[in-house]
């Protein structure tokens, strides 16, 4: 309890320490003012593509034990309080414990959900449910789950539809290195887990996990430490485009192919325009880079969109473009590109814009219910899921999807553990997000947990 005591001051204090270049920690200065401190730090993006957003106070949302979420609070998690929209999402307990089943739309042991909420996830077996400080209670309008997030009640909706029946979190082995905004790429039954950074910089190593498998094995390493970049798979090749140089801050335009055959790494040509955080899709035989930012410490983002056509080995640029953003999702079928998610220029939080790339143009999809950057996703057979990221309440384990002919997106199972700027990919159906980070007591904290989202 002390811990989490002391992160939820670490946010309110003013001493805030940021990534900068090769993962330096800078100490913020003290600001009387709340509204020019959230100006100045608005202006401020952390390291490797991680946004730097302080939320004074919380914005005024209190982080509140035992007692549930502040201001709009979701419904209780078990043994400990629920995080509200706009709350801090922290319970005294939520440990893991026996008779802690989801439920989907029911109750698990010791956490009640609200209406269309999802049930304690891993609660404490005969916790008694603690109701939200105002708006919330059991029974709550768009209920949250609790979480074995640490010891966190980790809200599941933070807003959004009734929660969709038939899927179940699964825990798989943990990477052999804690990591953040590493590339995830699925080659067949496996998933590739590619760079990223941890607290001693920018990484190379790669590990490989077949679905099935007890551990991740080692894979060839990248040619040069690389994390944020745009990645997919083109038949055996990998094709990591963009991201940060080896200083850890400037966009780069490199592209390396990583054939899984052979298990040699080469260089393919530059891409025309140098981005980090970019939103990639393998559409029509070739990479497909979306968006991304181009500049470091500095809130410049662009829409331009660029093809990789191994065949020719050239790229090419489109005349379309995307609202300006970096740090969302490209997630694709036969037909068309879904660009999800993202920071645009005037949303630093995360924005909650969904579009569709079509050969004809662009089109707006229906919105995310939660606004979030550094997301994880992908399309299962049931539709397009996304979970995790950063939002305006730090980082988040919600989860949706926008499921079959559904016209909204649905509020799904949080995930166990909550973070934002993991891996992630689909195999066999099933998203599975790796790694990334957890901002703890003013700093971000790697993870190397992995969890698999799956329908029932």
């Known amino acids: 309890m002390h811990e989490r005591t002391d992160r939820a001051k670490g946010f309110r204090s003013a001493g805030q320490r940021f990534f900068r270049g090769n993962i330096e920690h800078v100490a913020g200065r003290h600001h009387e003012d709340a509204s020019a401190h959230r100006h100045a730090v608005e202006r401020t993006l952390l390291t490797l593509g991680m946004l730097a957003q302080f939320v004074v106070g919380c914005s005024g949302h209190e982080t509140r034990r035992e007692e549930g979420g502040g201001t709009g609070g979701m419904a209780a998690t078990a043994n400990g309080g629920g ?74 909706a933070d807003g959004g539809a009734p929660a969709a029946p038939g899927f179940t979190w699964r825990t798989l082995p943990s990477l052999n290195k804690k990591r953040q905004n590493a590339m995830g790429v699925a080659v067949g039954e496996a998933m590739y887990v590619l760079g ?84 990639a899709a393998v559409w029509d035989g070739k990479l497909v880079v979306i968006g991304g930012g181009t500049q470091y410490g500095a809130v410049q983002a662009t829409g331009v969109i660029e093809s990789f056509d191994p065949m020719s080995n050239s790229w090419s640029t489109s005349p379309l473009a995307v609202t300006p953003r970096s740090a969302g999702i490209a997630v694709t079928d036969s037909h068309r590109v879904y660009v999800i998610g993202g920071a645009s220029q005037n949303s630093l939080y995360g924005d909650p814009i969904v579009e569709i790339l079509t050969a004809e143009g662009v089109t707006s999809a229906p919105s995310l219910g939660l606004a979030r950057v550094q997301v994880a996703g992908g399309l299962l057979p049931a539709g397009l899921v996304v979970a995790g990221g950063w939002t305006a309440n730090l980082d988040t384990a919600a989860a949706e999807g926008l499921l079959g002919a559904q016209t909204m997106w649905q509020s799904l199972p949080p995930m166990p553990t909550s973070r934002a700027g993991a891996a992630a990919a689909v195999v066999n159906g099933s998203l599975i997000v790796a790694g990334g980070g957890q901002f703890l007591q003013s700093e971000w904290v790697q993870q190397d947990v992995v969890e698999a989202l799956e329908a029932d």
């Not at 200083?247 to 040699?264: I, S």
């Open 196 to 279: 990223g950074f941890d607290e001693s910089g920018l990484l190379d190593d790669v590990e490989r996990l077949e679905l099935g498998d007890t551990d991740w094995t080692t894979a060839p390493s990248l040619p040069t430490p690389q994390c944020c970049a745009a990645a997919g798979l083109i038949g055996t090749v990998v094709a990591i485009a963009g991201g940060y140089q080896a200083d850890g801050h400037t966009p780069t335009d490199a592209l390396l192919l990583f054939d899984t055959a052979t298990g040699a790494w080469q260089s393919g040509p530059p891409m025309p325009t140098a981005r980090a955080n970019a939103m």
């Open 83 to 156: 995080g509200g929209v706009g709350g801090i999402r922290d319970g005294q307990s939520g440990a893991t414990g026996s008779g802690g089943a989801l439920s989907t739309g029911g109750a698990g042991s010791g956490g009640t959900s609200g209406l269309g909420g999802e049930a304690g996830v891993h609660s404490s077996s005969g916790g008694a449910p603690q109701a939200a400080a105002t708006g919330g209670g059991s029974n709550a309008s768009s209920g949250a789950a609790g979480s074995n997030a640490e010891d966190r009640g980790a809200g599941a």
